[in-house]
C-alpha cells in the first residue's frame, strides 16, 4: 500500500511495532512508503471470517485472526467474553482495522439461549466498537438483512428496522449501540452466505445438500426468498471498504449488500442439482411459510449506496455453488 502524509496521520503509528517505516518517512528517506497494515478478525475460523482473512492476505495485510473452538494455522484463542483478554491482544498488535465477524447467527441458538447470545452479539459488539474507537482503529461490524421485516424491500440503509425474532433483534440493537459508542463505525448488512464451506450445513444453503442425499421424498421451501451471497464477494466489499475508508474518513454508518439473484430454497436446490448432475425428482415445492422461529418473506437489500461509491462484487449462484463439488464425490 502507497502510504501518503493524510493516511499516516489517520493513525498513530508512532507506537506501532510494525510501521518502523514510518521512522524512514519521517527523516525523508523513503517517500511514497510501502506500509505494512495490520488487520485483526473476529470469528476468523468462521464462514466469513474464514473469506476475510485470505482477502486481506492476499493485499499483503497483516493478519491476526481470532476463534475460539476452531483453531488452526495462526488463528489465536480467546473468548471474546473476556474483555480483558481481548483488550491485552487488542492493545498488543494494535490493528488499524477491526472486523468483527463473530457472533452467534444461528436463529434457533439465539432463540433457544437468548442471554448468552445476547452477550457475544451485543455486550461484545459494544466492547469491541469502543476498543477501536480507543486506537483509532477503523471498525467493521457484520449485521443481517434480518434486521428488516421483510414486507417491503428492497430495503435501504436508512428503511426502519423492524425485526421479526431474536437474533434480528440482537443484531439490531449492536448495531446502536455501535453507532452510539463509536459513530466513526461502519456497518454492513448482508444475506444469507455460502462459499467454501467446511462441512455440509455448515451454511443455510449448503444445508439444501442434505436433503437432495437423502433421497427421500421431502417438501422444500418455495416461499421465502433469498439473495444469497458468496463469502468472497462479501470479502471483497469489506476490503474495498476499507480501503475508501483510508481515503476518505468521514465514510461511516450502514451499508448494504445482497447478492443480485432471488431464489427460494426450492429454486437454489434445483441450481445446485443441475450444476453437480443430481436429480431432485424426490423433492417438491412447498408454498406455505417455513415452521419455527419467524423469518422475513423477503429481506432484498438495496445495494445502491455502495455502488454509488463505486464498490461491488457478484459470483453467479451457478459458479458460487461449483465449490460444493466435494460433498458429492
Ligand atoms: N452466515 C450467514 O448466512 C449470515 C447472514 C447474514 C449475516 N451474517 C453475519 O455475518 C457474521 C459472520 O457469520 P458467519 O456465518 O461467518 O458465522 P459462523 O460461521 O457461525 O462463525 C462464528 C464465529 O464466531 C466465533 N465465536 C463464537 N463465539 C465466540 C466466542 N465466545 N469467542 C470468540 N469467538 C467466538 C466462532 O469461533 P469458533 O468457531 O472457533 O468457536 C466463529 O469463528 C456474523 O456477524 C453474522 O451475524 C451471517
Redo the contacts with the bound molecule.
Keep these: 500500500m502507497i502510504v501518503t502524509p493524510a493516511l499516516l496521520n489517520r493513525f498513530n503509528l508512532d507506537s506501532n511495532p510494525f510501521c518502523n517505516i514510518y521512522d524512514r518517512w519521517k527523516s525523508k528517506s523513503l517517500l511514497p512508503a510501502i506500509l505494512v497494515m495490520n488487520v485483526l478478525i ?8 474464514r473469506a476475510v482473512g485470505a482477502e486481506f492476505k492476499k493485499h499483503s495485510w497483516k493478519v491476526l485472526g ?6 488452526k494455522d495462526d488463528l489465536v484463542k ?4 473476556d474483555f480483558e483478554a481481548v483488550s491485552k491482544i487488542i492493545y498488543q498488535f494494535k490493528p488499524h482495522v477491526i472486523i468483527h ?5 444461528s436463529v434457533d441458538k439465539v432463540t433457544e439461549d437468548y442471554e448468552n447470545s445476547k452477550k ?1 452479539n451485543v455486550d461484545v459488539s459494544k466492547h469491541l466498537a469502543k476498543l477501536a474507537g480507543d486506537i483509532k482503529a477503523i471498525f467493521v461490524f ?4 434480518y434486521v428488516f421485516s421483510g414486507e417491503s424491500p428492497p430495503y435501504k440503509e436508512d428503511d426502519q428496522p423492524s425485526p421479526l425474532n431474536l437474533y434480528g433483534d440482537t ?1 439490531l440493537e449492536a448495531e446502536k449501540r455501535i453507532a452510539e459508542i463509536n459513530p466513526d463505525s461502519m456497518i454492513l448488512r ?4 455460502y462459499g467454501d464451506e467446511e462441512y455440509i450445513g ?3 444453503i449448503s444445508s439444501l445438500i442434505k436433503l437432495l442425499l437423502k433421497k427421500v421424498p421431502t417438501k422444500v421451501s418455495n416461499y421465502e426468498i433469498r439473495y444469497p451471497s458468496n463469502t468472497v464477494d462479501i470479502a471483497s466489499i469489506i476490503f474495498q471498504l476499507v480501503m475508501k475508508k483510508l481515503q476518505d474518513h468521514s465514510l461511516k454508518g450502514i451499508f448494504h449488500w445482497c447478492g443480485m439473484e432471488s431464489f427460494t430454497k426450492y429454486e437454489m436446490i434445483k441450481v445446485i442439482a443441475e450444476v453437480h448432475g443430481i436429480s431432485y425428482d424426490h423433492l417438491s415445492p412447498d408454498n406455505n411459510p417455513s415452521p419455527g422461529s419467524k423469518r422475513p418473506k423477503n429481506s432484498q437489500l438495496s445495494c445502491k449506496r455502495l455502488q454509488d461509491i463505486g464498490l461491488g462484487m457478484h459470483t453467479s449462484f451457478t459458479d458460487g455453488v461449483k465449490c460444493f463439488g466435494k460433498f458429492f464425490n
Excluded at 481470532?66 to 483453531?71: F, G, K, N, Q, T
Excluded at 480467546?78 to 467474553?81: Q, S
Excluded at 457484520?142 to 438483512?145: A, E, H, R
Excluded at 448482508?190 to 452466505?193: A, G, Q, R, T
Aim: charged share 20%.
Design positions: 473476529t470469528g476468523a475460523s468462521g464462514l466469513l471470517g481470532l476463534a475460539y473452538s476452531r483453531i480467546v473468548d471474546l467474553n465477524c463473530a457472533a452467534e447467527r457475544l457484520i449485521s443481517t438483512d443484531k448482508i444475506p444469507v452466505l455448515e451454511s443455510a
